[in-house]
């Protein structure tokens, strides 16, 4: 083969792959949901505003060091010639030495520069700065809750539409087996009805339409359920709704059920739950603010240096000590100082108001305490009841397929009736499918115990 017959060989075999249906990706559960924790924006937005609360922190902190405040500009002041006495003079050679008295006459404008500024850092400022601090850090673990309850929710989330695929596809692959089988019993009835052998009735025909209908409706319905479900999982997940996705179980299964007690779940979510850790921050944060508003009340005691420079190129410079000059002088000296800017009444006010919302988060915490064990129990029977249930249901279901294909061999026999086919079809039916939604139930039964009570698996 020659060097161009090859690159264009090989030209054709890289338009073929682009053209080639990518194959589907696989994921089991554990996959699913660290995908999505990877994938979700609430996540990362959840982490950023951690990342601002951090900010704040450091904001906080930063007040504690050295400030700088200045101002420049340049401007315009009168032009002034010659020096402090009378005609212009710039020393007294003869009494009486007379002031100079043309100030309200202008003999021109000149240029002013101006610059003052001031470069201070608090010394003591009775726990202003210390228990801000304290309230902005406790905010970062609030927001660090926030951020754990949210990835608690995605899991929970990927779990659900991992389950609820499941359960539609199941339910789906059953149900059409389901409209084969009556299908062909309807088949069967048309042809005996076709050829008028009396094997069959016109009833037996209505019987298994009307049953027909009804089963077609939940197969529309469970195929709508596959899709929606297999969609949400894909925007979990983060594939897109336009790549392939397929799960790795072959059907639904219950899954263990915790190997824990009840009074052991609730002790965890009084201790690990992010809501819980939540408050704990709250109230720390509440406490700090209470105490900073009162420090608020209180003054501030600052060291630094302050200055000021001013400069017109179009006047003479006055030099005497005595007489200040302000569009021609520098100036620099160290400075102890104490500032206090509040307005009594409005700062206690503020102090009641933080007072209060303290009391308010310690009244919610006391409802959490005695609510959270009753929400954790609550989760704990249901998966007890759809645990029970599941495994009698999966009993039922074997007794109504046995039901079902013994009722179909004695229609086909001539010894059964189609409307007893219809029933025992119908029953096998809302007995498999009702264990199907037992089963994804239970499951999610289980996955809110892990949430409420701060797992994140």
């Known amino acids: 083969m020659t060097r161009n017959a090859l690159i264009r060989t090989l030209l054709a075999a890289g338009m073929l792959l682009t053209v080639l249906p990518g194959r589907a990706e696989t994921v089991n559960l554990q996959q699913a949901v660290e995908m999505s924790l990877a994938a979700d924006p609430r996540i990362k937005e959840r982490e950023q505003?951690?990342?601002?609360?951090?900010?704040?922190?450091?904001?906080?902190?930063?007040?504690?060091?050295?400030?700088?405040?200045?101002?420049?500009?340049?401007?315009?002041?009168?032009?002034?010639?010659?020096?402090?006495?009378?005609?212009?003079?710039?020393?007294?050679?003869?009494?009486?030495?007379?002031?100079?008295?043309?100030?309200?006459?202008?003999?021109?404008?000149?240029?002013?520069?101006?610059?003052?500024?001031?470069?201070?850092?608090?010394?003591?400022?009775?726990?202003?700065?210390?228990?801000?601090?304290?309230?902005?850090?406790?905010?970062?673990?609030?927001?660090?809750?926030?951020?754990?309850?949210?990835?608690?929710?995605?899991v929970y989330d990927a779990k659900r539409a991992y389950y609820g695929y499941?359960?539609?596809?199941?339910?789906?692959?059953?149900?059409?087996?389901?409209?084969?089988?009556?299908?062909?019993?309807?088949?069967?009835?048309?042809?005996?009805?076709?050829?008028?052998?009396g094997e069959s009735r016109q009833t037996d025909l209505y019987a298994l339409q009307t049953a027909k209908g009804l089963l077609a409706k939940y197969v529309n319905q469970s195929r709508a359920i596959e899709k929606i479900s297999l969609d949400g999982l894909k925007v979990l997940t983060g594939v897109g709704l336009r790549e392939d996705l397929t799960v790795a179980d072959e059907r639904i299964a219950p899954v263990p059920f915790p190997r824990v007690d009840l009074a052991e779940f609730q002790a965890r979510a009084l201790q690990d739950r992010p809501e819980m850790q939540q408050l704990e921050a709250g109230l720390r944060a509440r406490r700090a603010l209470v105490a900073a508003k009162k420090a608020d009340r209180m003054p501030d005691v600052y060291a630094g240096v302050i200055g000021q420079?001013?400069?017109?190129?179009?006047?003479?410079?006055?030099?005497?000590?005595?007489?200040?000059?302000?569009?021609?002088?520098?100036?620099?000296?160290?400075?102890?100082?104490?500032?206090?800017?509040?307005?009594?009444?409005?700062?206690?006010?503020?102090?009641?108001?933080?007072?209060?919302?303290?009391?308010?988060?310690?009244?919610?915490?006391?409802?959490?305490?005695?609510?959270?064990?009753?929400?954790?129990?609550?989760?704990?029977?249901?998966?007890?009841?759809?645990?029970?249930?599941?495994?009698?249901?999966?009993?039922?279901?074997?007794?109504?397929?046995?039901?079902?294909?013994?009722?179909?061999?004695?229609?086909?026999?001539?010894?059964?009736?189609?409307?007893?086919?219809?029933?025992?079809?119908?029953?096998y039916v809302l007995v498999q499918t009702e264990y199907l939604r037992t089963v994804n139930d239970y499951n999610m039964n289980v996955a809110q115990l892990a949430r409420l009570t701060g797992e994140l698996k």
């Open 49 to 154: 505003v951690v990342e601002a609360a951090r900010s704040m922190v450091r904001e906080v902190k930063g007040n504690a060091g050295w400030r700088l405040s200045a101002n420049a500009f340049v401007g315009l002041a009168p032009r002034v010639d010659g020096g402090f006495y009378q005609g212009g003079a710039r020393s007294c050679t003869a009494f009486p030495c007379t002031p100079r008295s043309d100030g309200d006459r202008i003999d021109g404008v000149s240029d002013w520069t101006h610059l003052d500024f001031a470069l201070i850092k608090p010394l003591f400022t009775f726990g202003k700065i210390e228990h801000y601090g304290e309230a902005a850090e406790s905010n970062v673990d609030l927001r660090q809750g926030e951020l754990r309850k949210t990835r608690a929710d995605t």
């Open 166 to 197: 499941l359960t539609a596809r199941d339910t789906r692959v059953f149900l059409e087996d389901m409209q084969d089988r009556l299908n062909r019993s309807i088949e069967s009835v048309e042809r005996n009805l076709k050829k008028e052998n």
């Open 309 to 427: 420079v001013n400069y017109a190129s179009q006047r003479d410079r006055l030099d005497n000590p005595y007489i200040n000059d302000p569009f021609n002088n520098a100036g620099l000296t160290p400075v102890v100082g104490v500032k206090w800017d509040t307005v009594f009444g409005a700062a206690s006010a503020r102090v009641n108001q933080a007072q209060a919302e303290l009391e308010a988060l310690n009244h919610k915490k006391a409802f959490a305490v005695a609510g959270i064990p009753f929400e954790v129990g609550e989760a704990y029977v249901n998966a007890q009841a759809n645990y029970n249930a599941q495994r009698e249901l999966a009993d039922g279901s074997t007794a109504a397929r046995r039901w079902m294909v013994a009722s179909l061999a004695d229609f086909s026999a001539g010894l059964e009736s189609a409307d007893k086919v219809a029933d025992a079809i119908k029953n």
